[in-house]
Protein backbone atom coordinates (compact mmCIF):
# COMPACT_ATOMS: atom_id res chain seq x y z
CA UNK A 1 0.00 0.00 0.00
CA UNK A 2 1.41 3.61 -0.56
CA UNK A 3 0.84 6.09 1.96
CA UNK A 4 0.19 9.84 1.70
CA UNK A 5 2.71 10.65 4.81
CA UNK A 6 5.02 8.01 6.03
CA UNK A 7 6.39 9.02 9.74
CA UNK A 8 9.86 7.52 10.28
CA UNK A 9 9.82 7.20 14.30
CA UNK A 10 6.94 6.89 16.79
CA UNK A 11 8.77 8.87 19.77
CA UNK A 12 6.48 11.90 21.14
CA UNK A 13 7.76 14.04 17.67
CA UNK A 14 6.34 10.81 15.29
CA UNK A 15 2.97 10.22 17.33
CA UNK A 16 2.25 13.72 17.69
CA UNK A 17 3.07 14.08 13.32
CA UNK A 18 0.62 10.87 12.87
CA UNK A 19 -2.00 11.85 15.09
CA UNK A 20 -2.04 15.03 13.54
CA UNK A 21 -1.83 14.65 9.70
CA UNK A 22 -4.32 11.25 10.11
CA UNK A 23 -7.20 13.94 12.18
CA UNK A 24 -6.20 15.90 8.74
CA UNK A 25 -7.80 12.87 6.63
CA UNK A 26 -3.97 12.18 5.59
CA UNK A 27 -3.24 7.74 5.46
CA UNK A 28 -0.79 7.66 7.44
CA UNK A 29 2.36 4.86 8.02
CA UNK A 30 4.12 5.19 11.00
CA UNK A 31 7.39 3.02 11.67
CA UNK A 32 9.85 3.00 14.17
CA UNK A 33 12.83 -0.36 14.34
CA UNK A 34 11.20 -0.79 18.25
CA UNK A 35 8.74 -3.11 18.97
CA UNK A 36 6.31 -0.76 20.44
CA UNK A 37 5.55 3.20 20.15
CA UNK A 38 7.46 6.14 22.06
CA UNK A 39 10.87 6.70 21.44
CA UNK A 40 12.85 7.48 23.94
CA UNK A 41 10.56 9.64 26.42
CA UNK A 42 7.63 6.94 26.57
CA UNK A 43 10.43 4.06 26.67
CA UNK A 44 8.47 0.94 28.86
CA UNK A 45 9.13 -2.54 30.21
CA UNK A 46 7.45 -5.44 27.49
CA UNK A 47 3.65 -5.30 28.98
CA UNK A 48 3.64 -2.21 30.07
CA UNK A 49 1.33 0.36 29.17
CA UNK A 50 2.60 2.96 26.70
CA UNK A 51 1.43 5.65 24.86
CA UNK A 52 -1.55 5.56 22.95
CA UNK A 53 -0.75 4.98 19.08
CA UNK A 54 -2.82 7.10 16.93
CA UNK A 55 -5.02 4.84 14.88
CA UNK A 56 -2.95 4.73 11.71
CA UNK A 57 -0.96 1.75 9.85
CA UNK A 58 1.61 1.46 12.30
CA UNK A 59 4.67 -0.88 11.61
CA UNK A 60 6.91 -1.63 14.86
CA UNK A 61 10.03 -3.21 14.31
CA UNK A 62 10.78 -1.79 11.33
CA UNK A 63 14.60 -0.89 11.14
CA UNK A 64 14.76 1.45 8.50
CA UNK A 65 18.27 1.71 6.66
CA UNK A 66 17.68 3.77 3.55
CA UNK A 67 14.85 6.36 2.45
CA UNK A 68 15.27 7.14 -1.43
CA UNK A 69 13.58 10.07 -3.37
CA UNK A 70 11.88 8.09 -6.21
CA UNK A 71 9.90 9.45 -9.37
CA UNK A 72 6.33 9.74 -7.21
CA UNK A 73 7.97 10.70 -3.15
CA UNK A 74 10.10 8.43 -1.79
CA UNK A 75 10.31 4.32 -0.44
CA UNK A 76 11.51 3.76 2.65
CA UNK A 77 13.76 0.97 3.54
CA UNK A 78 13.41 -1.34 6.24
CA UNK A 79 14.62 -4.63 7.61
CA UNK A 80 10.69 -5.66 7.10
CA UNK A 81 9.91 -4.95 3.56
CA UNK A 82 9.57 -1.30 1.92
CA UNK A 83 7.02 2.12 2.43
CA UNK A 84 6.12 4.17 -0.74
CA UNK A 85 5.14 7.11 0.05
CA UNK A 86 4.15 11.11 -1.04
CA UNK A 87 5.39 12.84 1.87
CA UNK A 88 7.76 11.74 5.00
CA UNK A 89 7.82 13.47 8.04
CA UNK A 90 11.35 12.19 9.52
CA UNK A 91 11.29 11.80 13.76
CA UNK A 92 14.42 9.95 14.43
CA UNK A 93 15.21 11.75 17.61
CA UNK A 94 18.72 12.23 18.86
CA UNK A 95 21.17 9.97 21.27
CA UNK A 96 24.02 10.41 23.59
CA UNK A 97 26.61 12.39 23.24
CA UNK A 98 29.80 11.43 24.71
CA UNK A 99 33.70 12.58 25.48
CA UNK A 100 36.25 10.13 25.68
CA UNK A 101 38.33 10.33 29.39
CA UNK A 102 40.68 7.80 30.27
CA UNK A 103 39.37 4.66 31.33
CA UNK A 104 35.86 5.20 30.03
CA UNK A 105 35.84 1.73 27.97
CA UNK A 106 35.64 0.16 31.15
CA UNK A 107 32.16 -1.84 32.01
CA UNK A 108 30.59 -0.32 34.36
CA UNK A 109 30.63 3.01 32.29
CA UNK A 110 27.33 3.90 30.88
CA UNK A 111 25.80 7.18 29.25
CA UNK A 112 23.51 8.44 30.96
CA UNK A 113 20.72 7.64 28.34
CA UNK A 114 21.50 3.70 28.44
CA UNK A 115 21.30 3.74 32.30
CA UNK A 116 18.03 5.37 31.79
CA UNK A 117 17.09 3.38 29.04
CA UNK A 118 18.18 0.06 31.03
CA UNK A 119 16.16 0.94 33.57
CA UNK A 120 13.21 2.08 32.14
CA UNK A 121 13.01 -0.56 28.98
CA UNK A 122 13.87 -3.48 31.48
CA UNK A 123 14.01 -2.58 35.41
CA UNK A 124 17.91 -3.05 34.87
CA UNK A 125 19.61 -0.65 37.50
CA UNK A 126 23.18 -0.56 36.31
CA UNK A 127 25.34 -0.78 39.47
CA UNK A 128 25.22 -0.51 43.12
CA UNK A 129 26.85 2.58 43.41
CA UNK A 130 26.45 4.97 40.86
CA UNK A 131 28.09 7.89 39.87
CA UNK A 132 26.15 10.66 37.53
CA UNK A 133 28.38 13.09 35.33
CA UNK A 134 28.20 15.01 32.74
CA UNK A 135 26.57 18.03 31.79
CA UNK A 136 22.97 19.44 31.08
CA UNK A 137 19.49 19.36 33.35
CA UNK A 138 18.81 15.33 31.59
CA UNK A 139 21.48 13.98 34.53
CA UNK A 140 18.69 15.07 37.16
CA UNK A 141 16.36 12.44 35.73
CA UNK A 142 18.63 9.24 35.76
CA UNK A 143 19.87 10.43 39.07
CA UNK A 144 16.18 10.46 40.22
CA UNK A 145 15.26 7.28 38.73
CA UNK A 146 18.05 5.23 39.88
CA UNK A 147 17.79 5.81 43.51
CA UNK A 148 13.97 5.56 43.11
CA UNK A 149 15.05 1.84 41.91
CA UNK A 150 17.54 1.33 44.61
CA UNK A 151 20.75 2.29 43.74
CA UNK A 152 23.00 4.69 45.73
CA UNK A 153 24.14 7.88 44.37
CA UNK A 154 27.42 9.31 46.05
CA UNK A 155 26.69 12.34 44.00
CA UNK A 156 25.90 14.23 40.52
CA UNK A 157 28.50 16.06 38.87
CA UNK A 158 27.29 18.94 36.72
CA UNK A 159 30.39 20.24 34.85
CA UNK A 160 28.45 23.32 34.82
CA UNK A 161 26.02 24.90 36.31
CA UNK A 162 22.24 25.82 36.27
CA UNK A 163 22.67 29.31 37.33
CA UNK A 164 23.04 30.54 33.74
CA UNK A 165 19.60 30.21 32.97
CA UNK A 166 19.37 33.37 35.38
CA UNK A 167 20.84 34.93 32.24
CA UNK A 168 17.78 34.00 30.34
CA UNK A 169 15.13 35.29 32.52
CA UNK A 170 12.36 35.19 29.63
CA UNK A 171 12.47 31.84 28.24
CA UNK A 172 12.60 30.63 32.29
CA UNK A 173 9.17 32.49 32.91
CA UNK A 174 7.51 31.35 29.37
CA UNK A 175 8.38 27.79 30.53
CA UNK A 176 6.70 27.13 33.92
CA UNK A 177 6.33 23.75 34.07
CA UNK A 178 9.98 23.27 33.24
CA UNK A 179 10.78 24.81 36.31
CA UNK A 180 8.47 22.63 37.98
CA UNK A 181 10.62 19.51 37.00
CA UNK A 182 13.84 20.87 37.64
CA UNK A 183 12.53 21.69 41.33
CA UNK A 184 10.66 18.42 41.21
CA UNK A 185 13.95 16.61 40.86
CA UNK A 186 15.89 18.29 43.02
CA UNK A 187 13.25 17.60 45.70
CA UNK A 188 13.77 14.31 45.25
CA UNK A 189 17.07 13.98 44.98
CA UNK A 190 17.44 16.28 48.42
CA UNK A 191 14.42 13.39 50.07
CA UNK A 192 17.72 10.32 48.58
CA UNK A 193 20.80 12.52 50.34
CA UNK A 194 22.13 13.14 47.07
CA UNK A 195 23.90 16.06 46.25
CA UNK A 196 24.36 18.01 43.22
CA UNK A 197 27.57 19.32 42.55
CA UNK A 198 28.47 22.27 39.94
CA UNK A 199 31.42 22.86 38.33
CA UNK A 200 32.44 19.23 38.73
CA UNK A 201 32.44 16.07 36.42
CA UNK A 202 34.39 12.77 36.16
CA UNK A 203 37.69 12.60 34.20
CA UNK A 204 39.46 9.56 34.64
CA UNK A 205 37.51 5.90 35.41
CA UNK A 206 39.87 3.13 36.96
CA UNK A 207 39.31 -0.52 37.24
CA UNK A 208 40.49 -3.60 36.21
CA UNK A 209 37.82 -5.80 34.75
CA UNK A 210 35.66 -3.50 35.27
CA UNK A 211 35.15 -0.21 37.22
CA UNK A 212 36.08 0.59 41.15
CA UNK A 213 36.08 4.41 40.93
CA UNK A 214 36.04 7.16 39.67
CA UNK A 215 38.19 10.87 39.47
CA UNK A 216 36.15 13.34 40.07
CA UNK A 217 37.45 17.16 38.94
CA UNK A 218 36.54 20.63 40.12
CA UNK A 219 36.70 22.46 37.31
CA UNK A 220 37.77 25.88 35.61
CA UNK A 221 35.60 27.77 34.00
CA UNK A 222 37.00 26.79 30.44
CA UNK A 223 36.85 23.07 31.96
CA UNK A 224 40.41 22.65 33.47
CA UNK A 225 40.92 20.39 36.36
CA UNK A 226 41.66 22.47 39.21
CA UNK A 227 41.72 19.83 42.35
CA UNK A 228 40.87 16.10 41.99
CA UNK A 229 39.63 13.31 44.38
CA UNK A 230 38.47 9.49 44.40
CA UNK A 231 35.11 8.09 44.57
CA UNK A 232 34.65 4.38 44.55
CA UNK A 233 32.05 3.16 42.35
CA UNK A 234 30.67 -0.07 40.41
CA UNK A 235 28.98 2.35 37.81
CA UNK A 236 29.26 5.48 36.19
CA UNK A 237 26.39 7.06 34.24
CA UNK A 238 27.80 10.15 32.32
CA UNK A 239 26.53 12.32 29.50
CA UNK A 240 26.99 15.57 27.88
CA UNK A 241 23.60 16.20 25.99
CA UNK A 242 22.57 14.81 22.62
CA UNK A 243 23.39 14.11 19.21
CA UNK A 244 20.58 14.57 16.83
CA UNK A 245 20.05 11.32 14.50
CA UNK A 246 20.66 12.50 10.82
CA UNK A 247 21.01 9.40 8.58
CA UNK A 248 18.21 10.24 7.07
CA UNK A 249 18.23 13.54 6.20
CA UNK A 250 21.63 13.52 4.81
CA UNK A 251 20.53 10.43 2.95
CA UNK A 252 17.75 12.54 1.45
CA UNK A 253 20.20 15.73 1.08
CA UNK A 254 18.26 17.52 3.62
CA UNK A 255 20.63 21.07 4.75
CA UNK A 256 22.06 21.11 7.93
CA UNK A 257 23.52 23.76 10.44
CA UNK A 258 25.39 23.92 13.68
CA UNK A 259 22.95 24.66 16.93
CA UNK A 260 24.27 26.50 19.73
CA UNK A 261 24.81 23.39 21.67
CA UNK A 262 27.13 22.63 18.82
CA UNK A 263 25.65 19.67 17.01
CA UNK A 264 24.86 19.09 13.83
CA UNK A 265 20.83 19.02 13.08
CA UNK A 266 18.54 19.12 10.07
CA UNK A 267 17.28 22.29 9.17
CA UNK A 268 13.21 23.45 9.33
CA UNK A 269 11.45 26.16 8.45
CA UNK A 270 8.40 27.69 10.20
CA UNK A 271 6.35 24.48 8.52
CA UNK A 272 8.69 22.44 9.44
CA UNK A 273 9.95 21.86 6.22
CA UNK A 274 13.18 20.67 5.43
CA UNK A 275 15.16 22.18 2.57
CA UNK A 276 13.98 18.90 0.30
CA UNK A 277 10.73 18.85 -0.93
CA UNK A 278 8.15 16.90 0.53
CA UNK A 279 10.61 15.59 3.50
CA UNK A 280 9.36 17.85 6.96
CA UNK A 281 10.98 17.20 10.46
CA UNK A 282 10.13 17.25 13.85
CA UNK A 283 11.57 16.67 17.05
CA UNK A 284 15.32 16.26 18.05
CA UNK A 285 17.00 15.31 14.70
CA UNK A 286 16.04 19.22 13.92
CA UNK A 287 17.90 20.54 17.34
CA UNK A 288 17.26 19.12 20.74
CA UNK A 289 15.10 20.75 23.09
CA UNK A 290 13.02 17.57 25.34
CA UNK A 291 9.65 15.91 24.70
CA UNK A 292 6.91 18.72 24.57
CA UNK A 293 9.32 20.42 22.08
CA UNK A 294 8.99 16.95 20.01
CA UNK A 295 5.37 16.77 20.54
CA UNK A 296 4.68 21.07 19.22
CA UNK A 297 6.94 20.60 16.18
CA UNK A 298 5.50 16.53 15.37
CA UNK A 299 1.71 18.44 15.29
CA UNK A 300 3.14 21.04 13.18
CA UNK A 301 4.80 19.47 10.76
CA UNK A 302 1.73 16.37 10.62
CA UNK A 303 -0.74 19.46 10.06
CA UNK A 304 1.29 20.91 7.78
CA UNK A 305 2.14 17.96 5.63
CA UNK A 306 -1.78 16.73 5.64
CA UNK A 307 -2.26 20.36 3.75
CA UNK A 308 -3.67 21.76 6.93
CA UNK A 309 -2.13 24.47 9.30
CA UNK A 310 -1.43 25.06 13.26
CA UNK A 311 -3.05 27.57 15.39
CA UNK A 312 -1.24 30.57 16.67
CA UNK A 313 -1.32 28.89 19.79
CA UNK A 314 0.65 25.94 18.71
CA UNK A 315 2.87 28.37 16.93
CA UNK A 316 3.33 30.43 20.07
CA UNK A 317 4.03 27.45 22.25
CA UNK A 318 6.66 26.21 19.20
CA UNK A 319 8.54 29.60 19.94
CA UNK A 320 8.50 29.54 23.99
CA UNK A 321 9.86 26.11 24.08
CA UNK A 322 12.83 26.57 21.53
CA UNK A 323 13.58 29.77 23.56
CA UNK A 324 13.92 27.19 26.36
CA UNK A 325 15.89 25.03 24.37
CA UNK A 326 18.00 27.77 23.26
CA UNK A 327 18.56 29.28 26.69
CA UNK A 328 19.07 25.46 27.97
CA UNK A 329 22.28 24.86 25.31
CA UNK A 330 23.77 28.22 26.45
CA UNK A 331 23.77 27.20 29.96
CA UNK A 332 24.96 24.22 29.72
CA UNK A 333 28.11 24.28 27.18
CA UNK A 334 30.85 21.71 26.57
CA UNK A 335 33.86 23.60 27.10
CA UNK A 336 36.68 22.86 24.84
CA UNK A 337 38.93 22.73 28.62
CA UNK A 338 37.72 18.73 28.38
CA UNK A 339 40.55 17.71 25.99
CA UNK A 340 43.03 18.62 28.65
CA UNK A 341 41.63 15.21 30.60
CA UNK A 342 42.90 13.12 27.83
CA UNK A 343 46.25 11.17 27.82
CA UNK A 344 47.54 10.42 23.67
CA UNK A 345 46.34 6.55 24.96
CA UNK A 346 43.09 7.59 25.99
CA UNK A 347 40.98 5.79 23.46
CA UNK A 348 38.80 7.95 21.01
CA UNK A 349 37.11 5.93 18.72
CA UNK A 350 36.36 2.57 20.48
CA UNK A 351 35.21 0.34 17.61
CA UNK A 352 38.60 0.95 15.91
CA UNK A 353 40.64 1.58 18.84
CA UNK A 354 41.98 4.70 17.82
CA UNK A 355 43.81 6.34 20.85
CA UNK A 356 44.23 10.86 21.07
CA UNK A 357 47.57 10.64 19.85
CA UNK A 358 47.32 9.16 16.57
CA UNK A 359 44.10 11.64 15.99
CA UNK A 360 46.46 14.28 17.46
CA UNK A 361 48.91 12.76 15.00
CA UNK A 362 46.53 13.12 11.93
CA UNK A 363 46.26 16.75 12.38
CA UNK A 364 49.74 17.95 13.44
CA UNK A 365 51.99 15.92 11.24
CA UNK A 366 49.85 14.13 8.80
CA UNK A 367 48.30 17.49 7.42
CA UNK A 368 44.33 16.83 8.38
CA UNK A 369 42.13 19.77 8.41
CA UNK A 370 39.01 18.64 8.33
CA UNK A 371 37.12 15.71 10.79
CA UNK A 372 37.01 13.53 7.45
CA UNK A 373 40.35 13.35 6.65
CA UNK A 374 41.04 12.33 10.32
CA UNK A 375 38.92 9.47 9.50
CA UNK A 376 40.40 8.37 6.50
CA UNK A 377 44.04 8.68 7.82
CA UNK A 378 43.71 7.24 11.33
CA UNK A 379 40.58 5.24 11.22
CA UNK A 380 38.21 7.18 13.87
CA UNK A 381 34.44 6.28 13.30
CA UNK A 382 35.14 3.60 10.51
CA UNK A 383 34.41 1.04 12.82
CA UNK A 384 30.50 -0.49 13.79
CA UNK A 385 29.17 2.36 14.66
CA UNK A 386 30.34 4.62 12.18
CA UNK A 387 31.12 7.25 14.73
CA UNK A 388 27.87 7.62 16.38
CA UNK A 389 29.67 7.88 19.60
CA UNK A 390 33.41 9.12 18.16
CA UNK A 391 31.96 11.65 15.53
CA UNK A 392 32.07 14.89 18.01
CA UNK A 393 34.95 14.33 19.93
CA UNK A 394 36.67 13.62 16.92
CA UNK A 395 35.01 16.89 15.11
CA UNK A 396 36.34 18.97 18.69
CA UNK A 397 39.63 17.32 18.23
CA UNK A 398 40.69 17.92 14.69
CA UNK A 399 40.24 22.17 15.21
CA UNK A 400 36.71 24.64 15.36
CA UNK A 401 33.58 22.38 15.31
CA UNK A 402 31.81 23.44 12.07
CA UNK A 403 28.18 21.85 10.21
CA UNK A 404 30.50 20.61 7.33
CA UNK A 405 33.17 19.12 9.44
CA UNK A 406 30.10 16.85 11.24
CA UNK A 407 28.26 16.34 8.49
CA UNK A 408 31.27 14.85 6.73
CA UNK A 409 31.52 12.11 10.18
CA UNK A 410 27.71 11.95 10.19
CA UNK A 411 26.68 10.95 6.48
CA UNK A 412 26.32 7.25 6.72
CA UNK A 413 24.97 5.35 3.35
CA UNK A 414 23.07 2.45 5.73
CA UNK A 415 20.99 4.18 8.68
CA UNK A 416 20.60 0.79 10.91
CA UNK A 417 22.50 -2.51 10.17
CA UNK A 418 20.73 -5.10 8.29
CA UNK A 419 21.70 -9.00 7.43
CA UNK A 420 22.31 -9.99 3.94
CA UNK A 421 19.49 -11.96 4.21
CA UNK A 422 16.90 -9.43 4.69
CA UNK A 423 17.99 -7.73 1.89
CA UNK A 424 17.71 -10.63 -0.34
CA UNK A 425 14.03 -10.99 0.78
CA UNK A 426 13.56 -7.36 -0.05
CA UNK A 427 15.14 -8.04 -3.64
CA UNK A 428 13.21 -10.86 -4.50
CA UNK A 429 9.88 -9.00 -3.35
CA UNK A 430 10.67 -6.09 -5.47
CA UNK A 431 12.52 -7.39 -8.21
C1 LIG B 1 18.58 7.22 25.69
C2 LIG B 1 17.71 8.41 26.01
C3 LIG B 1 16.94 8.40 27.20
C4 LIG B 1 16.13 9.50 27.51
N1 LIG B 1 15.40 9.49 28.68
C5 LIG B 1 14.66 10.58 29.02
C6 LIG B 1 13.96 10.64 30.27
O1 LIG B 1 14.00 9.70 31.05
N2 LIG B 1 13.26 11.77 30.57
C7 LIG B 1 13.22 12.84 29.71
O2 LIG B 1 12.59 13.85 30.02
N3 LIG B 1 13.87 12.81 28.53
C8 LIG B 1 14.60 11.73 28.18
N4 LIG B 1 15.30 11.72 27.00
C9 LIG B 1 15.12 12.86 26.08
C10 LIG B 1 13.73 12.67 25.39
O3 LIG B 1 13.53 11.31 25.25
C11 LIG B 1 13.65 13.35 24.07
O4 LIG B 1 13.62 14.74 24.34
C12 LIG B 1 12.38 12.99 23.27
O5 LIG B 1 12.08 11.63 23.37
C13 LIG B 1 12.58 13.34 21.82
O6 LIG B 1 11.50 12.91 21.07
P1 LIG B 1 11.66 12.55 19.52
O7 LIG B 1 10.33 12.03 19.08
O8 LIG B 1 12.25 13.70 18.81
O9 LIG B 1 12.75 11.39 19.48
P2 LIG B 1 12.81 9.94 20.18
O10 LIG B 1 12.00 9.87 21.40
O11 LIG B 1 14.25 9.64 20.27
O12 LIG B 1 12.13 9.00 19.09
C14 LIG B 1 12.75 8.66 17.88
C15 LIG B 1 12.21 7.33 17.41
O13 LIG B 1 12.74 7.06 16.12
C16 LIG B 1 13.09 5.71 16.05
N5 LIG B 1 14.16 5.57 15.05
C17 LIG B 1 15.31 6.26 14.96
N6 LIG B 1 16.03 5.87 13.89
C18 LIG B 1 15.31 4.89 13.29
C19 LIG B 1 15.52 4.08 12.14
N7 LIG B 1 16.61 4.20 11.36
N8 LIG B 1 14.57 3.14 11.84
C20 LIG B 1 13.44 3.03 12.58
N9 LIG B 1 13.18 3.77 13.68
C21 LIG B 1 14.11 4.69 14.02
C22 LIG B 1 13.56 5.34 17.45
O14 LIG B 1 13.43 3.95 17.68
C23 LIG B 1 12.63 6.17 18.32
O15 LIG B 1 11.48 5.44 18.70
C24 LIG B 1 16.08 10.62 26.65
C25 LIG B 1 16.83 10.61 25.46
C26 LIG B 1 17.63 9.52 25.15
C27 LIG B 1 18.44 9.54 23.87
Known amino acids: MRADIAVLGAGPAGLAAAAAAHRAGARVTLVDSAPRAGGQYWRHRPGGTGPRTPPVDFRPGHAIWHVERTADGFTTHTNAGEIRSATVIVATGAYDRQLPFPGWTLPGVYTAGGAQALLKGHGVVVGDRVVVAGTGPFLLPVATALAAAGARVPGVFEAGSPLGFARHPAAVLRNPAKLAEGAGYVRTLRRHRIRVHTGQTVVAAHGGDRLEAVTVAKLDAAWRVVAERDIEC??????????????????????????????LVATADDEQRASVAGVYLAGEVCGVGGAQLSLVEGEIAGRHAAGGAPGGKLLRRRAALRRFAAAMHRTYPVRPGWQTWLDDDTVVCRCEEVPVGEVRRAVSELGASEPRAVKLLVRPGMGLCQGRVCGYATACLTGPLTAAGLRGLAARPIAQPITLAALAEQQLEEP
Open 234 to 263: DALAVGYGFTPQLEIPLQLGCDTHLDADGS
